[in-house]
């Protein structure tokens, strides 16, 4: 009976997405009468003890500590000792992750745990008390490997390794801003995504940033170990060095690029627009740079300041603490930030040539008042809208060069990739910067950009240096190897690098799908779910032309993938004060759309009343968070427009979703969707009573009754 139990609770921890993909094809077994948490054989085998059934909430934590442990002593049988204690610092690390809406981990844990989680690695002593704990755990480690001095020289290599070291979710949230800590109250970031797979929950969400799939989490669990086992065998430089190289050039590959010259990393796309313009700065032979920004309202919060050389956020990818809006070393006071407007006051598009006539005058006024151009060309906005036009920007080529001026720089914001590999090759071929990122459509993890170079700018990397200020920003790993860049830091930016490897792996997925099936699919899901929102009363989709692009055989990108729509206001009043008058569709305002996001991504099962659909309530629905647009029913205030956008995983499969036939995935993809919209429904029927709770979201549904306070491990 006991055994039988113990292998119902184990199966239950490994239906938890991110250990069976850690566990892999390892072999775990149960003994009752072990009174040890687990050991880990000589063969590798697993083999979980009694207290994983006395105390079921610590088996999440004791079963992350054996499979980090199995995996390094079977990598390195000869460095036992130090195997031990880095999987011992990755467990302590794991069991800090959960927060209240997530499986406890022991709370307190083992005497050690707080050791091995601190900053800084533990000192001889510590560590050979802990190893103490930690030896029986494991096969028995080589003579000497645990003697008197043994423990001064792991002391050594633990200190270069302890960074390193950890969870690959923890891991991927560093290297970029606070916008990627995960909050302990919900499991979630800034962004209400995780770096853990998160199947439960229905994501439609590439417009802003998605939780990490099954897929992406493997392909930065493979990475990360390929980290720790260089550390281990005291190759670490060369092996962090190689994965970037790596990074590198399969997103070389990706967009049919020569070679990785032209490639740089950047841990966001406003990163990459502080790039552009240090380029441009480069190229402008001295003189003052105009920067024409696209929408700014419709690219990342912080571009705006990064288009004027000026810090985005107080702390940098680096960890550097920086003034918000104060300008980095190295750039000039004098650039000026030069806005073009794709919306009308009322929110309504404007027309391509209207939008194509602003770019060209402000271009020709700032080359004619002696300055340089850096202007962008946006492809796509958070709501889908694509200009200036590309006859416009050849003509503005050849007007340059008519008045004798240097061509305009011209930057493609392409952070939402949501456009065929073959345009980015076509731009960079034109002498375009294309800005890039792997956190959008393929559906990566948030914060993981690269700007790409075309020949004419790469060159530009030979001469002179990059911004003094960038060196807290990004590594020289991260740029081409040419002396521009040799005064940046050396190092990796390992989270940065940990995000490229999970959004890579969405990227080579959907590079196996045959472009005719993926417009095929794409087509499909979008289709029925503009029916579904057209049909709703309590939604107004937003009316978006679709990308105009050259024609391309068998192209997926033109039509949009990102369906923007407003929510009616469910407390709206009819209009004039008049409640006999039927009231026009009012729709939320920002402040309301934002609380709207925010609910669809909490499990309302407990605030719900009885009667009401609390299996419905209780789907966790990830959509892009609410574009600030203005709407004529709310004169002088702003809408919220949520959105539901195609990613590269609906294409080529969420793998929670594996063993579906295409066809009846994809039904399953299109009732998600509607799903959403159905909750939706449900918030506005209850509006007051939920904003009266205001629950939060959560990486899970809550659980079903309260499981009582964590048990202790001995």
């Known amino acids: 009976m006991l055994a039988e139990r113990l292998t119902h609770d184990l199966a239950c921890v490994l239906e938890r997405p991110d250990l069976r993909v850690i566990a892999g094809g390892r072999r775990i077994g149960l003994d009752t009468a072990l009174e040890r948490a687990f050991v880990v054989r000589a063969d590798g085998m697993v083999v979980l003890g009694a207290p994983c059934l006395r105390r079921p909430a610590c088996a999440p934590v004791v079963l992350r500590h054996a499979l980090e442990l199995a995996r390094l002593v079977e990598a390195v049988p000869e460095d036992g000792v130090l195997a031990g204690l880095c999987a011992a610092r990755t467990a302590a690390l794991f069991a800090e992750l959960d927060g209240p809406g997530g499986p406890p981990g022991p709370s307190p844990g083992p005497w050690w745990h707080a050791d091995m989680a601190a900053v800084a690695s533990p000192g001889a002593d510590r560590l050979r008390q802990i190893w103490a704990e930690l030896a029986g755990l494991q096969p028995p480690v080589a003579a000497g490997c645990a003697d008197a001095g043994a423990f001064d020289r792991l002391v050594v290599r633990l200190e270069t390794l302890w960074p390193l070291l950890g969870p690959a979710e923890q891991l991927m949230a560093e290297g970029g801003d606070a916008r990627l800590a995960i909050d302990p109250a919900t499991g979630l970031n800034h962004y209400g995504s995780s770096h853990r797979p998160r199947p439960w929950a229905v994501t439609y969400a590439s417009s802003t940033a998605s939780s990490v799939s099954e897929r992406g989490f493997a392909g930065a669990e493979a990475a990360r170990v390929r980290l720790v086992l260089g550390g281990l065998t005291g190759d670490g430089a060369r092996v962090r060095a190689e994965m970037v190289a790596e990074v590198r050039r399969r997103i070389a590959d990706h967009y049919g690029m020569a070679g990785t010259q032209g490639v740089v990393l950047a841990p966001s796309g406003t990163d990459c627009e502080l790039y552009a313009l240090a380029l441009a700065m480069l190229g402008s032979d001295g003189h003052s740079v105009s920067n024409i920004l696209l929408a700014p309202e419709e690219t990342g919060s912080g571009v705006p300041l990064a288009a004027k050389g000026c810090h985005f956020a107080n702390d940098t990818a680096l960890g550097a603490q920086v003034a918000k809006g ?34 060209s005058a402000l271009a020709r006024r700032a080359w004619q008042a002696g300055r340089h151009v850096l202007l962008h060309r946006l492809d796509l906005s958070k709501t889908g809208l694509l200009a200036p036009g590309l006859e416009m920007l050849d003509g503005l080529a050849e007007a340059a060069r008519a008045d004798g001026v240097p061509v305009p720089d011209i930057v493609v914001d392409a952070c939402q990739a949501r456009l065929d590999p073959a345009r980015v090759r076509d731009y960079l071929d034109r002498g375009w910067m294309v800005m890039i990122t792997g956190s959008k459509f393929f559906t990566g993890p948030p914060f993981c950009g690269a700007l790409l170079l075309p020949e004419g700018v790469t060159a530009r990397l030979r001469d002179g240096a990059l911004p003094a200020g960038l060196a807290d920003y990004c590594h020289r790993a991260a740029w081409p190897a040419l002396p521009a860049a040799q005064g940046l830091p050396a190092g ?28 095929a699919r794409l087509a499909r899901f979008l289709g029925a779910l503009e029916a579904a929102i057209d049909t709703d009363p309590d939604l107004r989709r937003l009316a978006v ?33 008049d409640d006999s008058v039927p009231p026009g569709f009012v729709p939320l305002g920002l402040e309301p759309a934002r609380a709207l996001y925010r609910w669809l991504n909490a499990d309302l099962s407990r605030v719900v ?27 002088g205030g702003v809408a919220g427009a949520l959105r539901l956008s195609a990613g590269a995983r609906l294409v080529s499969g969420e793998p929670s979703h594996d063993g579906l036939v295409p066809d009846l995935r994809m039904d399953r993809e299109i009732a998600d969707a509607q799903r959403v919209l159905a909750k939706i429904g449900l918030i506005l029927r209850y509006w007051e009573r939920l904003a009266a709770a205001d629950p939060v979201q959560t990486y899970a549904p809550l659980p079903a009754m309260d499981t009582g306070p964590p048990v202790i491990l001995p």
């Not at 990102?562 to 209009?575: H, M, N």
Request: proline fraction near 15%.
């Open 545 to 577: 032309p679709h990308p105009a692009r050259p024609p391309l055989a068998d192209a997926w990108d033109d039509r949009g993938t990102i369906l923007s729509f407003f929510v009616r206001d469910p407390l709206a009043s009819p209009p004039c004060g």
């Open 609 to 635: 009343p009885e009667g009401a659909d609390r299996a419905l309530a209780g789907q966790l629905c990830h959509v892009g968070q609410p574009v600030p647009l203005p709407h004529p029913m709310l004169p």
């Open 326 to 359: 104060g300008l980095i070393d190295g750039f000039p006071a004098d650039t000026l930030l030069l806005a073009v407007p794709l919306r009308q006051p009322d929110g309504a598009s404007r027309a391509l040539a209207e939008i194509d006539r602003d770019c």
């Open 492 to 519: 990796e930016n390992v989270g940065l690098m940990l995000r490229w490897y999970a959004a890579l792996a969405e990227m080579t997925a959907l590079r196996e799908v045959p472009r005719p099936v993926v417009r």
